[in-house]
């Protein structure tokens, strides 16, 4: 390492670089000969690409300076009369360089305000600069970022490279200076202790403008959650805190949105197939397992379960079969509850038996256990109860449902732990870094959502604390406990497939779906790190990479070793991995819990955010009064409602998986690979809708034109 460092800072190529030995300007690839050219020129046309958001342009002066291996040109006005820079223009100017620069290695970009009395520095987007000369191919400088102030920004051309290709002193000491940059910028911050570590800013309106929404996309967002407020308060629901007078009164919530899944949950809620189905295909697909045997804890007996199996079988048989499976909500066990209206809200740790019925049957619950303590004071709860009985046990399950979904499948797993990668990208992997182009589009908005989360929906007073059962205290303490238990195997689908023995299981089309997607993601990830990590060494050696990875084990992870989350990876095939279980978190994993959570919710019985009475500690005293005396009040649910249908669907400017519209990648072979991914993403898309069309509720969450690339709302 150390004599691969001292040939780097003498100018000697890497043993890793595959273009490592010397060439004439001959035998240099056209797209790389600008760069040993641009010192025998004087005249270079600069071509200028600004974005199309609203906003983007700008009447401020730009001007650019060439750096190159002898030196810095003086700064080239880029400049007309008027407005030279507008939204979705792309100038062309031609400049003369007065003296030799030698080969390209920086392109240093210069904006001030024009020249009049009161004028200050307005903003604008850059997508990128391209400097072209004859002979030779043009040289791009991707760009894509808000230049607010005045000041410089300096540019690499687009091929990507690690640390170790880097074989010139002046391009090290530029990645080094971007980082520092970047690391004085976006900082960690302890928000509640056990939690992952985020972003040390406490509003959005104070992010930097880089990692903020569009101002088209913040505009939406706005007036969407305006309107639904208002609409609700105006329906006097909003400001109601009593209970519901009828669950007939409750359809009024599906006058609020409605859509053909919700309109479907409301026909079929009370199924025990529908309720079933929903461990597979719902909200929170994550918890169901395989039941080898029955936890001490959970005593079913034969003579409990033997209406729904059946004669000539037995718990045992079914067992040893595998047909039966176990959805535990162990984790709410003895967690703080939360007060709303005045009035304490409680909270189950429910046990669910469930039976997959044989030639492809349904699957059906078979018994519910509502605490982890068996005895007189918890039955279990039977399909053969009496109806209302049975309705408030599966009524529980779904409120716990709803507390392990929101507090550690949606907003731990799919919103904390993406902050995580997108902060650790931005300190420790410059812009020209493979990784940082191959994952940039995959944290698009995520700190922006995630410091608007913090900022109204798990602050006192906010969502969580005034509407949810378990309120901010229970959310932390869930997220706590998780964090004690979280593993690398549970973030990597396949292997959580495996773990929870759910391969086989019919109708699982987040399963089907999710390792379809899964498998276009690890190959698109596979073909990129084969290009620039030639071996495992070249993994190995490249120190931004494993800072990478050791930021994101000791800020999200909290340094556990027994997570099995890798503090630095050694061989290709684990950075595949990695990389792969990144993207998938940031897009797919996210889209399949978020998409879903108001088409679950509008009906409210179906996924309850709280419970108003204990739990039942015998059978027999469940009836519809009592029922609708458990469920929230009307103020908790339309204020749950309106903020799942606000995180359910993106405000616009939106990105699906595979679209990157930014070029980071300027080299043939990665845009080969895009390419072929998006083509994948395409195949996989047109058989989800062919499936589709013979299910009587279709599953979308994860149809590839569905999936955001990012954790963005």
């Excluded at 001030?112 to 997508?127: F, K, N």
């Excluded at 530029?174 to 406490?202: F, I, N, S």
């Excluded at 900022?455 to 969502?463: C, D, F, I, M, R």
Aim: proline residues 8%; hydrophobic residues 40%; glycine residues 6%.
């Amino acid at each position: 390492m150390v004599d691969r460092l001292q040939r780097a800072q003498a100018g000697a190529p890497s043993e890793h670089d595959p273009q490592s030995t010397a060439v004439s300007t001959d035998q240099v690839p056209p797209a790389k000969r600008l760069r040993i050219l641009a010192s025998t020129v004087a005249m270079i046309r600069v071509r200028v690409s600004t974005g199309e958001a609203f906003g983007s342009g700008t009447w401020d002066k730009v001007s650019v300076s060439i750096v190159g291996t002898q030196g810095e040109s003086p700064l080239l006005p880029l400049d007309r009369l008027g407005k030279t820079f507008t939204a979705g223009s792309e100038e062309v100017f031609e400049v003369t360089i007065p003296k030799d620069v030698g080969p390209v290695l920086l392109l240093r970009v210069h904006k001030v305000p024009p020249r009049l009395p009161g004028v200050s520095p307005d903003a604008w987007y850059c997508r990128w600069f391209q400097l072209e000369m004859l002979p030779g191919a043009p040289l791009r400088f991707p760009c894509y970022q808000w230049l607010e102030a005045a000041g410089s920004l300096v540019l690499r051309d687009g091929a990507a490279k690690v640390c170790w290709a880097d074989n010139h002193l002046r391009l090290q000491r530029q990645r080094q200076e971007e980082l520092q940059a970047r690391r004085e910028m976006y900082c960690w911050k302890t928000y509640v202790q056990g939690w992952p570590h985020c972003l040390d800013e406490v509003s959005v309106s104070d992010l930097d403008r880089n990692i903020k929404y569009s101002t088209v996309k913040a505009a939406k967002f706005k007036l969407k959650t305006s309107s639904a407020f208002t609409e609700l308060k105006i329906k006097g629901l909003l400001d109601r805190t009593g209970l519901w007078k009828s669950l007939q009164e409750m359809k009024r919530m599906l006058n609020f949105h409605s859509t053909p899944v919700a309109e479907y949950v409301f026909q079929h809620w009370q199924e025990d197939s529908f309720f079933a189905s929903q461990f597979l295909n719902g909200l929170n697909p994550v918890m169901i397992r395989r039941c080898h045997s029955l936890p001490k804890n959970f005593p079913v007996t034969d003579d409990m379960v033997a209406p729904v199996l059946g004669p000539g079988t037995s718990l045992q048989a079914e067992l040893e079969k595998g047909s039966l499976f176990l959805v535990d909500h162990g984790i709410l066990s003895g967690v703080r509850t939360n007060v709303i209206n005045g009035r304490p809200q409680f909270s189950a740790a429910p046990m669910t038996l469930l039976y997959q019925c044989p030639d492809h049957g349904p699957l059906l619950p078979l018994a519910i256990q509502l605490s982890q303590s068996p005895g007189p004071n918890s039955p279990i709860f039977l399909p053969g109860d009496d109806t209302w009985d049975w309705l408030l046990a599966k009524t529980w399950v779904r409120n716990a449902e709803f507390s392990v979904h929101e507090a550690l499948t949606h907003l731990l797993r799919a919103h904390l732990l993406p902050e995580v990668f997108a902060l650790a990208l931005l300190r420790q992997l410059p812009r020209c870094h493979p990784l940082f182009k191959l994952l940039i589009p995959h944290i698009r908005y995520t700190l922006h959502i995630n410091t608007l989360a913090r900022e109204q929906l798990v602050a006192p007073g906010k969502v969580v604390d005034r509407s949810t059962g378990l309120g901010i205290e229970g959310f932390s303490e869930l997220i706590q406990r998780n964090m004690e238990q979280l593993n690398y195997t549970d973030l990597c689908l396949p292997e959580d497939i495996k773990a929870r023995g759910v391969e086989d299981i019919p109708g699982y089309y987040y399963r089907d779906d999710g390792m379809q997607i899964w498998g276009a993601v690890k190959s698109f990830v596979s073909d990129i790190v084969g290009i620039y990590y030639p071996s495992d060494a070249a993994v190995q050696d490249d120190q931004e990479l494993q800072a990478w990875v050791k930021e994101i084990f000791v800020e999200g992870f909290l340094g556990r070793k027994s997570s099995g989350i890798p503090s630095s990876l050694d061989t290709q095939e684990a950075l595949v991995q990695y990389v792969t279980m990144v993207i998938f978190t940031c897009s797919a994993k996210h889209a399949a819990v978020s998409a879903s959570q108001f088409d679950s919710c509008v009906w409210m019985p179906n996924l309850p955010p709280s419970m108003q009475l204990p739990p039942p500690t015998f059978k027999g005293q469940a009836h519809a009064e009592s029922f609708i005396a458990t469920l929230p009040p009307v103020n908790a649910t339309c204020d749950v409602i309106i903020a799942l249908w606000l995180l359910s669907k993106e405000p616009g400017d939106r990105r699906p998986l595979g679209t990157y519209p930014d070029e980071h990648f300027t080299e043939e072979a990665p845009r080969q690979s895009i390419t072929a991914f998006q083509n994948h993403l395409a195949q996989i898309s047109r058989s989800i809708k062919e499936r589709n069309q013979g299910l009587p509720l279709p599953y979308t969450y994860l149809d590839p034109p569905t999936i955001e690339n990012s954790v963005s709302i």
